[in-house]
């Protein structure tokens, strides 16, 4: 807390994912064996053709300043992208490209929130939406889940967190972080009772779609009567590896879309030319380009979903998507361990940190205090170095 800085950002959480990343980049500076599991990032390269595109971009000379809302003719390959894959169609003038989906996120939450407004956050929710929310004057209103529904909200749970000052929703499927992906009659069910309430905007973050072990992802924009309520949330960061190329977009009602056109052109103009360049070849290449990847994390799911389960009082629901585990390691709160005491998921995340060197993030930051997060986006050696130590330093 610092009173020469503003209220807003001294009320803001450091963002757990990036503080625990910088944390396990410190200590393995300091010469220590750190394994990485807090960051979702892929580990895969971005794809040959892509960073060709990006070359190409630049001999092209690309070097202005792009339009805030993005390249026309990168608009037109979300627009194809969005038709494609969800069946859904937009007009240019509902697409927004920003400097990843986080920008997307907080131009969504600046546009549309009023002091006080709440924005529904079925938990476990990806850990910066609550801030994002914050910063824009909105108040987080959590929805728990459990893992024995495999961490999903039901239509009867939704329902009851509505009240009249309920002005958004904002979930992601496939989940981060718990792996869940919602079906397409489960979402229908969500939809039905969204329909009746039409002020309330539906957030809907895609930015997993691709990476889905049960089949097609659906998408709420897809119902009729759920389009002029919904902006879908995605970008490349994932299924491209393109983490920090920072290219995200929506699709959504032109009203939104001109609104957040408007705050990005005030606060960070439009994303990067090359990697907006990039970004028309990776989207316009056909999903089967990085099928190989899915199907090295749907191995890699198997694989520490084994290793878990054979260490004792860990409890897992099993992830559809995405590249997380979350599980429940609440059977450890109020042991001590190599005389550490265990009262809190933070404290189990960082004694998997100190005494395993092993980085997870705790489920706090993502509204489960009974979990932590595990990233699943590692090479098979590091997921079983993991596991082994984690099952050392928890039979300790
Ligand atoms: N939504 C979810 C659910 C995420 O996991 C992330 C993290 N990458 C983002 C949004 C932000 O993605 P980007 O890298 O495009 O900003
Ligand atoms: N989305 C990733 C994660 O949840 C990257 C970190 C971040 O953007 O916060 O780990």
Redesign the pocket.
Known sequence: MNSKLSNRVNEMATSA?LAMAAKARELREEGKDIIGLSL??PDFTIPEFVKDAAIQAVKDDYHSYTPVDGYGDLKQAIITKFKRDNNISYEPSQIVVST??????ANLAMVLLNKGDEVLLPAPY?V?YSDISKLAGGVPKEIKTSIDNDFKVTARELEAAITPKTKMIIY?SP??PSGSVYSRDELRALADVLVKYPNIIVVS?E??EHINFVGKHASIAEFDDMYNQTVV?N????AYSM?GW???YIGGPEWIARACNKMQGQITSGTNCIAQRATITALKSPPSKIQFMVDAFKERRSLILDLLSEIPGIKTNEPEG?FYVFPDISYYFGKTLRGKHINSASDFSLYLLEEANVATVTGEAFGDPNCIRISYAASDENIKEAMKRIKEVLSA
């Open positions: 994912t979702g990032e990843g989906a986080k920008q997307s996120l990806w910066s992601s989940c981060n973050d930015i997993y949330v970008g490349v960061s994932k983490t920072r290219v995200g995405a």
